[in-house]
Nanobody, 122 residues
Framework: HVQLVESGGGSVQAGGSLRLSCSAP????????MGWFRRGPGKEREGVAC???????YYSDAVKGRFTISQNNGDNTVALQMDNLKPEDTAMYYC?????????????????WGQGTQVTVS
C-alpha cells in the first residue's frame, strides 16, 4: 500500500493563499512525475500542476499564474503554493504520482493517490 501523505489545505477568503504539501516514499518520488489533481463539487477530477521526472513543470490554464508547484528532492516532498485563490478553486485536492504530466495532466491506470485535502475558498 503506497502512501502519499498530504498536509495543508483549509478555508480561506477569496484572494488569500494556502500551501499544500505531499510526501512520498523515495522509490516513488525519484522515478515518477509528481503533482496535484482536484475535484470540485459537482465537477470532474482535473489535473492542476505537475513536475515531470526531468523537472519540467506544467499547470492547468485555470491556475496558471496563481499556483506554484515545487519539489524538494532532499525530503521527497512536493508542494503547491496557491495564491490569489478564487471560490472556483474550492475542491478536494489530491497529491498524485505516476501520471501523464504535460500540457494535459491526466491520470494513468497505475497512478498513486493521496487521501485528499479539502480547500474551501469563500
Amino acid at each position: 500500500h503506497v502512501q502519499l501523505v498530504e498536509s495543508g489545505g483549509g478555508s480561506v477568503q477569496a484572494g488569500g493563499s494556502l500551501r499544500l504539501s505531499c510526501s512520498a516514499p523515495s522509490w516513488i518520488f525519484r522515478s515518477n512525475c509528481m503533482g496535484w489533481f482536484r475535484r470540485g463539487p459537482g465537477k470532474e477530477r482535473e489535473g492542476v500542476a505537475c513536475v515531470g521526472v526531468y523537472g519540467a513543470i506544467y499547470y492547468s490554464d485555470a491556475v496558471k499564474g496563481r499556483f506554484t508547484i515545487s519539489q524538494n528532492n532532499g525530503d521527497n516532498t512536493v508542494a503547491l503554493q496557491m495564491d490569489n485563490l478564487k471560490p472556483e478553486d474550492t475542491a478536494m485536492y489530491y497529491c498524485a504520482a505516476g501520471f501523464y504530466c504535460g500540457r494535459l495532466i491526466r491520470p494513468a491506470d497505475n497512478t498513486y493517490w493521496g487521501q485528499g485535502t479539502q480547500v474551501t475558498v469563500s
